[in-house]
């Protein structure tokens, strides 16, 4: 059984910087395709950033790109988010989401087969 594990989410001043890390195990890493969504309070879960299994292929939400990149690491079985910039509308639990290498995700939740149980992040103004 797949297990997405994150860490990094804290409380952070508007402006800092945060990585966020989503440790997997359970399935060889190379074979998954990772990303990050997040859900604010009241809101709907939206994507934020994904990359295929090789790290070739990266896409971000629009709104995000420039502040935030994703990478991962298939030796260390982790994926990362790097934020920067952060603004108190950033804040939101963030999860960690995995898929199949059989699949062809765009960054809808739907189209990942398994999740983290998130990590908070709190952007204080």
């Known amino acids: 059984q797949v297990q997405l594990v994150e860490s990094g989410g804290e409380v952070v001043q508007a402006g800092g910087s945060l990585r966020l890390s989503c440790a997997v195990s359970g399935r060889p890493f190379s074979n998954l395709h990772m990303a990050w969504f997040r859900q604010a309070p009241g809101k709907e879960r939206e994507f934020v950033a994904r990359i295929n299994w090789s790290g070739g292929n990266i896409d971000y939400a629009d709104s995000l790109k420039g502040r935030f990149t994703i990478s991962r690491d298939n030796a260390k079985n982790t994926v990362y988010l790097q934020m920067t910039r952060l603004k108190p509308e950033d804040t939101a639990v963030y999860y960690c989401?995995?898929?199949?290498?059989?699949?062809?995700?765009?960054?809808?939740?739907?189209?990942?087969?398994?999740w983290g149980q998130g990590t908070q992040v709190t952007v204080s103004s």
């Open positions: 989401a995995a898929a199949d290498i059989s699949r062809r995700p765009l960054g809808r939740s739907y189209e990942y087969d398994y």
